[in-house]
């Protein structure tokens, strides 16, 4: 709770700074950040430089900016923290309660061996006819089972809930419930919001109950479950309704309503008002913007392409499961409906790579990662990128590229700059390297940088070795982090505290786009970013991506945005088949068994222009992809818009599933795609070596700008290999030919003649100078 009281502290001093909201009327938020990148780390004497005017209009920039970070920052914690609660009581349940309990194994045995039995002889005694057959100590086992599965396990977590949430999180949680301003649109959750009002009022007064007059909202926020710990009978036997039970259960609704923004925050920028993640002119602009996605003004044609692509695919799959499905693909009944899928044959060893690998190291042998950066930038010129944040720059050029490309290598390989600043015997110290890295890594400059080298190896490629590339495959990476930061999140599935750095790569090991997010945002949301924000040459219309990817939302957006969607799909057999229209299924008798019912194509056309203003709100960045997609969650499975986005994204997967089951082609190009991802991720620990690969700062734009600097050094390597490869492959006189499977394997993302620590000199004739 001192990461809650500290934020509030910092909110509180914030709001005291006067300054006018006038000054700063009609600049964006994004104009802002502009602001905080340009100035971050200026000298005082720089903004002292500035006229006055400018002087209150970046104050105010300053102040607006930290404010609504603050509230973004404080809305996080009450929803982690509320979270949290509710975990570490269920926790605490499951190891004092769960510890000594033996689960029985085989009931279902035991219960027909006890049946069995008792109807052989039902005038017998238990003792005699049941203890034989069973150990009694398996009954009472069986027995204390069944109790702490029931409800009584679900009472005793909220009253552990309760006891927490009394003793240690209510103070906190209260002041945020007081300093915040919660509001919403819906009449649906206007009690909610009540009820904050409710317990604001309360929350200086003693007792432990509202008072008997008091109109409390109970309906849609206290759970049946928790009843018996809200309405209780005071001294007198009135039924009261409980202040602590009561303030649980409203703030539980509240995170659940605040994640899909039924409910928002006033001066908030990720949880404000949805309305406002919306273009505002999109009635007066309609026109334009469905031209600027490819999409017709009217529904019913746009639902006529979607209908007949999904009478197609499911066509085609029939008459391939009639045919036998290439003795890969079939359905069966089992469970209702079970689809096999037989996995793909291993491709053959390509036989000329290692020959290009062996030619590589002996032409290049133990090349420094330095000088792959250094070629880089002689022959790009990525250092005329990096513009410095303070108002003038004195370091003659040449001193410039050689310390900021040392702080590039610094950062990049995580080595730190006191380690590289100690192995140069040049002019550059530690001090000349901090001063580059604070007035020129910034996350803008580096993606400038970055772009320029993608798009550098685009040109560069002979199509005829690399082929035409137009399909990006994408998936995340756990690096280990400080826990100290608010980023940092333990992950569940890799275990041990961290970030994620999400990749956007061709299928030549090209990244395209990366960013920084962090354990439970969603992957969804980094997809649709990256293929959205790349900013580079590479031409995308499709993506594979791994069973993350397999999403309804996903796939209905990707379908309004123009992208194809090629996930790896989870659970293949349990995978079920959208009809176009009711009473059709006779028409497929072949893979009947998993099909369900038709799509509801009426609530996708009353909702198409929604559905369109949401994915323009998405490619013009209104706000962020994850702010808009987190309206779009099971929590709000009754907003009209989510229904028919899930509804186009149930038609376009079963699109995707046809094509997917009867094109071995497509599975084999899916499965190459990711295994790229995951080459591109054996890599990071060869390149971001040091500390463990573990980001160590708590600072959130530095753990970017680390991010940043590891992908632009990997982009590097790749478009130096890139070249190395193809001057290796175009020697007359070293002649080496590639046959399509080995230009299928061919990857310029190799290392074995790269070496990223530094040189290592033996000479056996010197000593140390000791006594």
């Known amino acids: 709770m001192k990461s809650i009281n500290t934020e509030l502290a910092k909110l509180k001093v914030i709001e005291t700074i006067a300054v006018p909201a006038s000054v700063f009327d009609g600049y964006s938020l994004r104009m802002i950040d502009?602001?905080?990148?340009?100035?971050?780390?200026?000298?005082?004497?720089?903004?002292?430089?500035?006229?006055?005017?400018?002087?209150?209009?970046?104050?105010?920039?300053?102040?607006?900016?930290?404010?609504?970070?603050?509230?973004?920052?404080?809305?996080?914690?009450?929803?982690?923290?509320?979270?949290?609660?509710?975990?570490?009581?269920?926790?605490?349940?499951?190891?004092?309660?769960?510890?000594?309990?033996?689960?029985?194994?085989?009931?279902?045995?035991?219960?027909?061996?006890?049946?069995?039995?008792?109807?052989?002889?039902?005038?017998?005694?238990?003792?005699?006819?049941?203890?034989?057959?069973?150990?009694?100590?398996?009954?009472?086992?069986?027995?204390?089972?069944?109790?702490?599965?029931?409800?009584?396990?679900r009472s005793m977590a909220n009253d552990y809930a309760r006891s927490s949430y009394a003793r240690h999180y209510r103070r906190s949680l209260l002041a945020v419930a007081e300093r915040l301003s919660f509001d919403s649109s819906n009449t649906a959750h206007r009690p909610v919001c009540d009820a904050i009002e409710l317990i604001r009022r309360y929350s200086s007064r003693p007792g432990g109950f509202f008072d008997r007059d008091e109109q409390v909202p109970i309906d849609g926020i206290v759970s049946p479950v928790w009843e018996r710990l809200v309405l209780v009978k005071d001294d007198a036997g009135v039924d009261r309704v409980n202040r602590i039970g009561y303030e649980i259960c409203v703030l539980q609704v509240l995170r659940d309503r605040l994640r899909c923004k039924e409910i928002w925050v006033t001066g908030s920028h990720r949880w404000r008002d949805p309305d406002q993640d919306l273009p505002t002119d999109f009635d007066a602009q309609r026109a334009f913007y469905y031209q600027a996605i490819d999409k017709p003004a009217d529904p019913e044609e746009f639902i006529c392409g979607i209908r007949e692509r999904l009478g197609t695919g499911l066509d085609r799959l029939n008459q391939f499961i009639a045919d036998g499905g290439d003795g890969m693909v079939s359905v069966s009944d089992r469970r209702n409906g079970w689809i096999h899928l037989q996995p793909l044959k291993a491709q053959p060893e390509p036989a000329n790579l290692g020959r290009l690998k062996d030619e590589l190291n002996q032409r290049w042998p133990s090349t420094s990662l330095l000088d792959g950066l250094k070629e880089t930038e002689l022959r790009l010129g990525i250092c005329d990128r990096f513009e410095t944040?303070?108002?003038?720059?004195?370091?003659?050029?040449?001193?410039?590229?050689?310390?900021?490309?040392?702080?590039?290598?610094?950062?990049?390989?995580?080595?730190?700059?006191?380690?590289?600043?100690?192995?140069?015997?040049?002019?550059?110290?530690?001090?000349?390297?901090?001063?580059?890295?604070?007035?020129?890594?910034?996350?803008?400059?580096?993606?400038?940088?970055?772009?320029?080298?993608?798009?550098?190896?685009?040109?560069?490629?002979?199509?005829?070795?690399?082929?035409?590339?137009?399909?990006?495959?994408?998936?995340?990476?756990?690096?280990?982090?400080?826990?100290?930061?608010?980023?940092?999140?333990?992950?569940?599935?890799?275990?041990?505290?961290?970030?994620?750095?999400?990749?956007?790569?061709?299928?030549?090991?090209?990244?395209?786009?990366?960013?920084?997010?962090?354990?439970?945002?969603?992957?969804?949301?980094?997809?649709?970013?990256?293929?959205?924000?790349?900013?580079?040459?590479?031409?995308?219309?499709?993506?594979?991506?791994d069973t993350h990817g397999q999403?309804?939302?996903?796939?209905?957006?990707?379908?309004?945005?123009?992208?194809?969607?090629?996930?790896?799909?989870?659970?293949?057999?349990?995978?079920?088949?959208?009809?176009?229209?009711?009473?059709?299924?006779?028409?497929?008798?072949?893979?009947?068994?998993?099909?369900?019912?038709?799509?509801?194509?009426?609530?996708?056309?009353?909702?198409?222009?929604?559905?369109?203003?949401?994915?323009?709100?998405?490619?013009?960045?209104?706000?962020?992809?994850?702010?808009?997609?987190?309206?779009?969650?099971?929590?709000?499975?009754?907003?009209?818009?989510?229904?028919?986005?899930?509804?186009l994204g149930k038609a376009t997967t079963t699109a995707f599933l046809c094509d997917y089951l009867t094109l071995i082609e497509l599975r084999r190009e899916i499965q190459e795609g990711l295994n790229?991802?995951?080459?591109?991720?054996?890599?990071?620990?060869?390149?971001?070596?040091?500390?463990?690969?573990?980001?160590?700062?708590?600072?959130?734009?530095?753990?970017?700008?680390?991010?940043?600097?590891?992908?632009?050094?990997?982009?590097?390597?790749?478009?130096?290999?890139?070249?190395?490869?193809?001057?290796?492959?175009?020697?007359?006189?070293?002649?080496?030919?590639l046959d399509d499977i080995d230009r299928q394997g061919l990857n310029p993302l190799t290392y074995r003649h790269i070496n990223p620590y530094g040189t290592f000199n033996l000479d056996l004739d010197t000593r140390l100078a000791l006594n």
């Open 34 to 153: 502009g602001w905080h990148d340009r100035f971050q780390g200026s000298k005082p004497s720089a903004l002292a430089a500035m006229g006055v005017a400018s002087r209150r209009v970046l104050t105010a920039a300053w102040v607006a900016r930290r404010r609504v970070c603050l509230i973004d920052g404080i809305v996080d914690l009450l929803i982690s923290v509320v979270h949290k609660i509710g975990t570490k009581a269920e926790r605490r349940v499951e190891r004092e309660q769960l510890a000594d309990l033996r689960r029985v194994k085989g009931k279902t045995n035991l219960l027909f061996r006890l049946a069995e039995a008792a109807l052989a002889n039902p005038e017998g005694a238990i003792s005699e006819v049941l203890f034989p057959i069973v150990d009694p100590e398996d009954l009472a086992d069986l027995v204390r089972e069944y109790h702490t599965d029931g409800p009584a396990l």
């Open 389 to 545: 944040t303070a108002t003038r720059e004195a370091l003659p050029t040449e001193t410039l590229r050689r310390r900021l490309l040392l702080a590039l290598f610094a950062v990049g390989t995580n080595a730190g700059i006191r380690r590289v600043a100690s192995s140069e015997q040049g002019t550059d110290n530690e001090s000349d390297l901090h001063h580059v890295r604070r007035r020129y890594l910034t996350s803008a400059n580096l993606r400038r940088a970055i772009t320029s080298v993608v798009n550098a190896t685009h040109a560069a490629r002979h199509e005829h070795h690399w082929g035409h590339v137009t399909t990006t495959a994408s998936d995340s990476t756990k690096f280990g982090a400080w826990d100290q930061n608010l980023l940092t999140e333990w992950h569940t599935r890799y275990r041990g505290p961290g970030m994620m750095i999400y990749w956007h790569l061709d299928r030549k090991s090209l990244c395209v786009y990366s960013q920084l997010k962090s354990c439970s945002s969603s992957e969804v949301a980094a997809m649709i970013e990256g293929l959205l924000r790349h900013q580079t040459d590479v031409e995308i219309d499709g993506n594979y991506v």
């Open 551 to 647: 999403s309804e939302v996903g796939f209905a957006f990707c379908e309004l945005l123009g992208f194809r969607l090629l996930p790896r799909l989870k659970r293949i057999g349990a995978q079920r088949l959208y009809l176009p229209e009711p009473r059709s299924r006779d028409r497929w008798p072949a893979h009947e068994p998993v099909l369900t019912r038709p799509i509801n194509w009426k609530l996708i056309a009353n909702q198409y222009d929604q559905t369109i203003r949401y994915a323009t709100a998405i490619r013009l960045r209104t706000t962020d992809t994850e702010t808009i997609l987190r309206r779009f969650t099971r929590s709000n499975v009754r907003h009209l818009t989510y229904r028919a986005l899930c509804e």
């Open 676 to 737: 790229v991802v995951e080459h591109w991720n054996s890599a990071n620990g060869f390149i971001h070596y040091r500390k463990g690969g573990d980001i160590t700062t708590n600072q959130r734009h530095e753990q970017e700008l680390a991010a940043l600097c590891h992908h632009l050094l990997q982009a590097c390597l790749v478009y130096v290999n890139t070249l190395m490869i193809q001057q290796v492959l175009d020697d007359v006189d070293t002649p080496i030919m």
